[in-house]
Every structure is written in C-alpha cells, then in structure tokens.
C-alpha cells in the first residue's frame, strides 16, 4: 500500500474526531460490547480529561491528537500533546531537560503521545485492524515530521508496548525500559490460594496486615457501575487532593473529571472505600481492562495501620481473582509492593531527539540504564515473596 496515500492531521479537540472513529482504532476489542483491554485511550476516558479541563490550556498538555486517513476513512490515531515541562508523565527526563538547556538548547516545548497522568501500558499507537503496519509507520513519521517542521526538541512515546518499543527501535527512535511492580494472576481460585504460593513468613504477614486493616472500625466496600453515586465522588475527591497535594503539589485531575468519569465510565470504574458509619474514611480508585486492574490513586482523612496496604493491593487481588483478570498494575515506583506479591516488570518508552549530538548521548545513557533495570530488576525477583524450595517452605 502506497505510503504517499494517507493524509495526515493533527486535531486540537477530541471533539473533532467521532467517538466511533476513535474507537474503531483504540479498541477494537470492544466492538462487540466487550471491555477493552484497557480504557485510557477510549474516547470517553482521554476526552473527559479534556472536557474536564485537566488537560488543555494552563496545564502544560495541550492536546494536539494526531491522525492517519486514507480514502476519507481514520486508520490510525495517537493522544499526542505539546508538553510545556515533563510533569504527570511517570518517565523521568528533568535530567535530560536540564542538561540540553545547560548546554544552550531549548527542550520544551516537546511532543509526548501518552496517556496524560496514566502510568498504565497499552498502545500508543492506535490502528485500526488491517492497517496496522502502514498505521504505525504513519503515526510515527507524522509525530517526527511534526516535532521537525516546528523546530521542537524532541519526541516521546511513554508506556507504550513491548511490540510497539520494538517497531519504534526498528524504525529509528530510541527506546527506553524502566520497570514497575504488578500482580500476576497464576490461575488462583481465591486469595488464600494465592497465600499458598508465598514463602510461610511472606503469608503470615500478609494476614497479619489484612487483620489490621480490617480493625480499622467500619467495613470496606467495592462500587462499581450502577453502585457509584455522586455523594463517592465527594469523598474521594477529598482524597485525590490530600495525596495530590503531598506528591506533586497540586492534583492533576480537576473535580469535573470524576463527575464526567461517573457519567460516561462508572463500568471501567472499580472504587474501594473503606467507609465507617457509612462514611468514607479512605479509598482506592481502579480502573478495568479485558484483562488486567489498574490502581490508580489512592487517598484518606484518617490514618490506621495497614489500611493503605489493604485497599491499594490485597483488595485488588481479590477483585482481579473475581473478576478472571490476568494482572494487577499497581501503577508507579514502590518496591513496598515486591513482599506484597507484586513482581518488577519491564516497561517500555520510545523517544526521537532532533539533535545528533545530544542524541548520541542519549544512546548511551539509554545503553547503560538497560543494564541497570535489567539488574535490579533480576536482584528484585530474586527477593520477591514466594516459594523458592520445598525445604525453604519447611522451615
């Protein structure tokens, strides 16, 4: 198929684009009322964030949603943004920044296609089926022909797939693995199975912390659905913003994003609250896959023992279990998670840097950091909660 035949555009409003357009390349898999293997590219969750004003004018993501069309019809699509500064991104490159602008460069603006505050892996590049090699390579050359044609710094493509890092190296951009911890679902038919696996004194401190938490003094419940009400909303909302405000500051997502997520994703949506007398004292906030939970923000007005542990990671186990899921994201950092059963786990960014030389000192950066992750995640691994030999479990 001719390259020179797809068309280009760059779109400032996911408006502009059919939700059904969009979709068709985002998730395909849900085409038939399925769930789709994760929810951050859909139309619905990116334009909430845009509705709601956590992205767009101010914020430092200004959308700029980039499109593959051949014969009038959408092939290919991408959540590109302009970043103003490297925040909400979960792939660290102030270093890289501050060293471009030491040496007299100008870094930002530069283009991110990302998935904005969502350390979550899934495509990037959005095609639909049948054209996913002239889609990609679309994609890909469109976002470089753009950062070129308006003299910007540099390229970003953060927690895309293994395949999709794999094609960017093919086509010339350098990628980049970090790593995360998740929870993988081995066929277990309930938590205590799960427990089985674990080395005798990983499983007894799970417990231990599972039987504190609960001595919080009320009673912890799962919404989903029909089940979410607005009055959640409030209180989690007073959540989002203590933990925001300790982390980065100031929260990313404006309140209007979760009265929109309530209204249009209350089914990708799973809200643990830790509730006593009926009101919400803690909560965790995750989002569904086809396959996978992802743990996205978690907050409180008080503070008990364990509750964090509880609501964030053994609630999600026991959902995933439920739920026939393969995998829990538990999202950025935290190796607290590795004696909770959540294992470290390759990630994958690509990144196209205009500048030769200040390219080739990212080649070599990247080179040296590959060997680091690979380490530290090998020696992570080997630290992790479950069994390693009979004899170990005997004692």
Known sequence: MDQAQIEIQVFSSLSQIAASDWDACACPEASDGARPLDPFTTHRFLHALEASGSVGRGTGWQPQYLTCHLDGQLIACAPLYVKGHSQGEYIFDHSWAHAYEQAGGRYYPKLQIAVPFTPATG?????????????????????????????????HVTFCTKAEAEIGKQIGLMPRYTQQFHWLNDGYEGFEDFLSA???RK????????????????????????????????????????????????????????????????????????????VPVAGALNFIGAKTLYGRYWGCTEHHPCLHFELCYYQAIDLA???????????AQGEHKLARGYLPTETY???????????????????????????????????????KTEVEEQE
Do not use: C
């Not at 279990?321 to 999202?331: C, F, N, Q, T, Y």
């Not at 950091?369 to 090998?378: G, K, L, N, Q, Y």
């Open 198 to 200: 674990l080395s005798s």
């Open 321 to 331: 279990i439920e739920m026939g899921l393969e995998r829990v994201e538990a999202g």
């Open 349 to 387: 960014s690509l990144h196209w840097v205009a500048d030769p030389g200040f390219r080739a000192a990212i080649e070599q950066y990247l080179d040296a950091e590959r060997a680091a992750v690979d380490e530290e995640i090998e020696i992570l691994t080997s630290y992790g909660p479950f069994k």
């Open 203 to 278: 499983r007894k401190n799970i417990r231990k912390e599972r039987k504190k938490a609960q001595e919080f003094g009320g009673t912890i419940e799962t919404y989903t659905g029909a089940d979410l009400r607005p009055e959640h909303w409030d209180a989690f909302w007073t959540f989002y913003q203590d933990t925001g405000s300790r982390k980065w500051g100031s929260p990313y997502l404006t309140r209007a994003f979760f009265d929109i997520a309530h209204d249009t994703m209350a089914d990708d949506i799973a809200l643990v609250l830790a509730e006593r007398d009926g």
């Open 123 to 155: 495509r990037r590049f959005l095609v639909r089926p049948g054209y996913e090699e002239i889609g990609v390579s679309g994609l890909i050359q469109g976002a470089v022909q753009l950062a070129s044609d308006n003299q910007i710094s540099s390229l």
